[in-house]
T-cell receptor
Framework: GESVGLHLPTLSVQEGDNSIINCAYS??????FIWYKQESGKGPQFIID???NMDKRQGQRVTVLLNKTVKHLSLQIAATQPGDSAVYFC????????????WGAGTKLIIKP | KAGVTQTPRYLIKTRGQQVTLSCSPI?????VSWYQQTPGQGLQFLFE???????NKGNFPGRFSGRQFSNSRSEMNVSTLELGDSALYLC???????????FGQGTRLTVV
C-alpha cells in the first residue's frame, strides 16, 4: 500500500564516503522500480530506475541494485557530497495494481562535513 | 520543455472552506497523479488520472476529489477543510500509467 510511518529513517554519512539506502518492496508483481530524491522545499526528482529483468543499473555516481528473491532494492551513492542531502524515496510499479506507483516511506540522508 | 506547473504555490484557508488546486502536466504526458505530503511523512497517494478517467484512488475521504481535462490539465478539490488537511500537495505527470513521474513544486496548503 502507500507509504506509512510518522518518522523518517535517517542515514548520516561522512562527506566523501559512499551511501547505501535500502528499500524493501511489497509486491512480487512489481516489474519497475524508481528512486527519487526530494530536497527541502521541492518536489521529488527522478534519480534512476530499473526493470525487474535487471539486477543492477548504474548512473552517474549512483547505482541501483535489485534483489527479487528477497524483494529488496538499494541505492548506492558514491563519494557523497553535501548536495546529496535530501529524502530518498523508492517506488514500485506493480502490474496487478493498474501500474499505480507504490511509494516507500523515504530515508533522510544527512551529510556530515 | 516546461515542467509540471502547480498553482497556487501557497494557500491559506479557514476550516470548513473548500479549495481547488491546479496542475498543468508536461506537454505530451497523459497521466497525472496527486499526492499529499505532511512533514516527516512520505507521499500519500490521492488519485491518478489518465485520459480524463480516474484510474487509481488512494485511501482518502470523499472530501478529496479530482478531475482531468481533455488537455490533460488536472484539478483537485478538497471540501470542508480540516486542520489536518494542511500539507504539501504534489502533482506528478507521466507519459503512461506507472512510468517515470515528473513532479511539480507542490502547493503548500495551510488550514487555520
Amino acid at each position: 500500500g502507500e507509504s506509512v510511518g510518522l518518522h523518517l529513517p535517517t542515514l548520516s554519512v561522512q562527506e566523501g564516503d559512499n551511501s547505501i539506502i535500502n528499500c524493501a518492496y511489497s509486491n512480487s508483481a512489481s516489474d519497475y522500480f524508481i528512486w527519487y530524491k526530494q530536497e527541502s522545499g521541492k518536489g521529488p526528482q527522478f534519480i534512476i530506475d530499473i526493470r525487474s529483468n535487471m539486477d543492477k543499473r548504474q548512473g552517474q555516481r549512483v547505482t541501483v541494485l535489485l534483489n527479487k528473491t528477497v524483494k529488496h532494492l538499494s541505492l548506492q551513492i558514491a563519494a557523497t557530497q553535501p548536495g546529496d542531502s535530501a529524502v530518498y524515496f523508492c517506488a514500485e510499479s506493480p502490474m496487478d495494481s493498474n501500474y499505480q506507483l507504490i511509494w516507500g516511506a523515504g530515508t533522510k540522508l544527512i551529510i556530515k562535513p | 520543455k516546461a515542467g509540471v506547473t502547480q498553482t497556487p504555490r501557497y494557500l491559506i484557508k479557514t476550516r470548513g472552506q473548500q479549495v481547488t488546486l491546479s496542475c498543468s502536466p508536461i506537454s505530451g504526458h497523459r497521466s497525472v497523479s496527486w499526492y499529499q505530503q505532511t512533514p516527516g511523512q512520505g507521499l500519500q497517494f490521492l488519485f491518478e488520472y489518465f485520459s480524463e478517467t480516474q484510474r487509481n484512488k488512494g485511501n482518502f475521504p470523499g472530501r478529496f476529489s479530482g478531475r482531468q481535462f481533455s488537455n490533460s490539465r488536472s484539478e483537485m478539490n478538497v471540501s470542508t477543510l480540516e486542520l489536518g488537511d494542511s500539507a504539501l500537495y504534489l502533482c506528478a505527470s507521466s507519459r503512461q500509467l506507472g512510468a517515470e513521474a515528473f513532479f511539480g513544486q507542490g502547493t503548500r496548503l495551510t488550514v487555520v
